[in-house]
């Protein structure tokens, strides 16, 4: 995100490569996401900032597979599971044999 790092850098610290804080005011913190979602294309991009609700803060997600979701009030990021369900058997059940060795031959 080369592109849009000497914008942000007007506004924010860069405290790490690609790590940026502040504290911008909201209409700026707006205008700043707008950018980095339109020049960071196929990447992934997350702003976390301060709000007055419980937590303190809140978060938005661009092009990520982690998204926020609101949890009894609290906000918390998603992270879908990557494993895979087991399918299930064909054969479900209990065989014939079991059947008469568990049940007794009828």
């Not at 700043?32 to 990447?43: F, I, K, N, P, T």
């Not at 926020?68 to 087991?86: F, L, M, N, Q, Y």
């Amino acid at each position: 995100m080369p592109a849009v790092r000497g914008f942000l850098t007007r506004w924010l610290f860069e405290i790490s490569p690609g790590v940026f804080i502040g504290g911008p005011s909201a209409r700026v913190r707006a205008a700043l996401w707008e950018e980095v979602q339109r020049y960071a294309g196929m990447g992934r991009a997350l702003l976390a900032y301060d709000t007055d609700n419980e937590q303190g803060f809140a978060f938005e997600t661009h092009d990520h597979k982690w998204h926020p979701i609101d949890h009894e009030g609290v906000t918390v990021i998603h992270r879908p599971s990557d494993r895979v369900a087991p399918r299930p058997s064909s054969r479900q059940g209990w065989s014939k044999a079991a059947k008469r060795r568990r049940f007794g031959s009828r």
